[in-house]
């Protein structure tokens, strides 16, 4: 999504910002920043159809299938 939005000059609402800084927060707290721009640089190399594979694994993992 941030390559879609870097593409077409549309950055994040607030309300998304500010979501995904609060789910980010507890994993910042627990790794350093290494681990989190590798683990950014991995998902930002992720074809579209791999990220929905992932976003669809993920929903069924949590129960929302």
């Not at 390559?3 to 707290?29: D, F, N, Y």
Request: some cysteine; charged content about 30%.
């Amino acid at each position: 999504a941030d390559r879609l939005r870097e593409a077409t000059g549309s950055p994040r609402g607030q309300a998304l910002a500010s979501e995904i800084e609060r789910r980010l927060q507890p994993l910042r707290a627990t790794n350093d920043t290494s681990t989190e721009e590798a683990a950014h640089a991995r998902g930002a190399a992720l074809t579209l159809a791999e990220a929905f594979d992932l976003a669809l694994e993920a929903c069924s993992i949590s129960g929302h299938d």
